[in-house]
DNA sequence: TGGAAAGGTGCCAAAAAGTGGCACTATTAT
DNA sequence: ATAATAGTGCCACTTTTTGGCACCTTTCCA
């Protein structure tokens, strides 16, 4: 049995019996007095709140809301996550805002700086609009999460990406734009990108896509974007 | 330097370097070969993608998009962290639903089976409908997070809970339910519960709800709550 | 075809960390 | 006062980790 499964157990033992003893404890989990004292030191540090009360009739208790999830998620994951959060919180319909919030950042505190800088990045050419449901959502925005790569590293390096696109009367072209934000206009997904063999700024239903691939370095920088709601710069 | 430490600075070495070789990474490091081979086989059963190629010109690489978190999140957090998640896959408005439920099922399966299981009752409890952006949000359900541990302890428990009211028309009540369900219908957040005093199903906005308090074990179980598009048993 | 450069494995002794026991202190209820 | 409880410091003992070595396999290159 490893320090972390004596652990565990401590914490199990101690969910199951609510207020006990250390030498209760000890017997319980089958080490000494001694170990599990300094097993409780090492849980204390590791941000589990365990509660004692010295002298007579005393014992220790673990307070429930302290248990911790020890989950190692992909940066792919928490991008998902963060979107999610994020859109929600846009739309106004998450009462729990604050606690989601907190665990996501925790989970960004853990992430390598770089990551975070471009998980950051990625966010920042994420714009949530307000909702918009009378659009049909009969066939709406089922994107193919494959495409993510694609569209991120393009995002990250500012590349150029060339895409197939269908527009809304069907009509089927190739694109080669340069991506500049992801427009959410829930349920609705947009890329904004600048075109430039049309010098105008286009945007495309992500649903509409398909076979995007990554060319490599972009010329055209430093654009601004307009929404509705003001002005927006990215790149 | 724990070997845990050690890993994290393989990972960051590996991450910084691109391709390289394992005389390097132990030079950079500062422990011997032989180790960073070991912590290798060891993040490789962690789940890190790491590559190699043996032979003269070879070394090894780490997959980018392996790298984790090492967040432990509370369940609390990760209860708010699947409320959104559920209620935006409910909304048809998660392009990359596939990657944020990878994410939650790996913060489940890291959580204590007691406390999973709990997830999955409150979860259960909770009814996401479509959008009905219709209704005025100028004051909608900014529901205080604090109110959190005792729903969730009513709810879990099956305790009756207690608690004032203004309804609609401002009027002030005190009442005394046995709580059934939550009912998202966004904006908006509403709690499902059987009346006994009046001996019918009731629902509560939550945000008109306070001073809420957990009396204690309920009489009444096993009712069937019917929402408009079917029936579903709760409790 | 042989040698050099790379990853990978098994083994062992040395080093480090963990463990258990003991004596001790502080606190609290009876 | 006494008993029961949490908590600390110390030391010997045990277990795990580490580093070094020999050796194997793979690949490239002369």
Redesign the pocket.
């Known amino acids: 049995?490893?320090?972390r499964d004596?652990q565990d157990a401590v914490i199990r033992s101690l969910r199951r019996n609510g207020f006990?003893?250390?030498?209760?404890?000890a017997c319980d989990v089958?080490?000494?007095?001694?170990?599990?004292?300094?097993?409780?030191?090492a849980l204390r540090d590791q941000g589990f709140v365990?509660e004692?009360?010295?002298?007579?009739?005393?014992?220790?208790s673990l307070d429930p809301s302290s248990v911790q999830t020890t989950a190692r998620l992909t940066v792919k994951e928490v991008f998902a996550l963060l979107i999610s959060v994020a859109s929600m919180r846009a739309a106004g319909q998450l009462p729990f805002a604050g606690l989601a919030d907190a665990g996501l950042a925790k989970i960004e505190q853990s992430l390598p700086p770089d990551k975070m800088r471009d998980l950051r990045r990625m966010l920042g050419c994420l714009y949530v609009g307000p909702l918009a449901p009378q659009v049909d959502t009969s066939n709406m925005g089922n994107m193919d999460p494959s495409l993510l790569p694609t569209f991120e590293v393009a995002f990250l390096n500012k590349h150029l990406l060339s895409f197939d696109y269908c527009d809304a009367k069907g009509v089927q072209s190739h694109r080669t734009v340069e991506p500049q934000a992801m427009l959410v206009l829930p349920p609705l997904w947009y890329l904004v990108a600048w075109d430039p063999t049309r010098a105008a700024f286009r945007h495309f239903r992500m649903d509409r896509i398909s076979s995007p691939e990554c060319l490599g370095q972009t010329r055209f920088r430093k654009r601004t974007v307009t929404f509705e709601d003001g002005v927006r710069r990215v790149g």
């Open positions: 049995m490893t320090a004596r006990t003893t250390i030498d209760a404890l089958g080490s000494s007095r001694r170990t599990i004292l300094r097993d409780i030191a365990i004692s009360e010295a002298g007579r009739g005393g014992g220790i």
